[in-house]
């Protein structure tokens, strides 16, 4: 089915296409029943504006917002592939950071007031329909989060690989007692969750999910909750892994001799002498590359994702 256009919605109203584009702009121009009349013809026909013809027409900034969360290592790994994909095109970046004081919606709403042509949101936490809310009147993409918002173009990483790949690889070296610290409500953290405990299953073991999240912190403190029979852990990202590293060593267990150990991200940290850790990889240069393409280009908006990559180094051994 062919998407309606402006000039079907000016055609529906009985109106000229430039007083359509001056209602869907909200800009003065129109009078009120003609704004009425036109959105109520858009409505009838499903019209949709495709808001990133701003990045093509009117006032330029050439300036792309980022909303990132200070706690997320891989959000600066993201940010660092950003920087090149946006100047290759004549844009540069706005950062608006997200801190448990500052929160998502303060993060957007400086972003829209610096007058950014469109919004790249990592890993954000907002509602579907806050989130599609945006993309009425902003160019939005989410990165690495799986969300079904209207409107709202999604990159991710296929998480559910990624989780797979750490639980196969532990089976290969002959675990059958391995446990998942999980990642709360962080974004990725149920698709990683559920392909563990289904990868467990398939291999007719039984799954253990250790309660954690995204922090060192939260590792650290999953170590107290890991049974002595636990042979293999994969934890949901690399900060949790790398707490969970310095609690074992401190209690005397060493990784891997005692207990093998994953993380996911591939972060700089995970391959420090001291870590030496075996990690899913995220490929954030292609997760940004077609965010960025999402917003310059003419595509529809849809879901992609991109296939992780297994990391392995020390953490790990065969049982």
Partial sequence: MTRPTMEDVAAHAGVSRALVSIVYRDVPGASDATRARVLAAGAE???????????????????????????????????????????????????????AARPESQAIQSLLDYRCEALILLGPTSTPSSLAALAESQPTVVVARKVRAPGVHVVRTDDDAGAR??????????????????????????????????????????????PGGPTESTGTAAAHHIPADTTAVTAFNDGCAIGLLHALHQSGRQVPENLSLTGYDNTPAAALPHANLTTVAQDAHQLTKLAIIALTQDVPTTEQTVSPVLITRGSTMRR
């Avoid at 006032?59 to 290592?73: M, S, Y």
């Fill in 45 to 99: 026909l499903g019209y949709r504006p495709d808001h990133r013809a701003r990045l093509l027409g009117r006032q330029r900034t050439r300036l792309i917002g980022v909303t990132f969360d200070v706690r997320g290592a891989f959000h600066g790994d993201l940010i660092e592939s950003l920087y090149p994909e946006a100047e290759s095109l004549g844009y540069d970046l706005t950062l608006s950071a997200v801190t």
């Fill in 165 to 210: 790949l750490a639980v196969e690889h532990l089976l290969s070296l002959g675990h059958t007692h391995i446990a998942h610290i999980d990642g709360g409500r962080a974004p990725g953290a149920a698709e990683r969750r559920t392909a563990y405990r289904n990868t467990m299953r398939r291999a007719g073991l039984t799954p253990l999910i250790i």
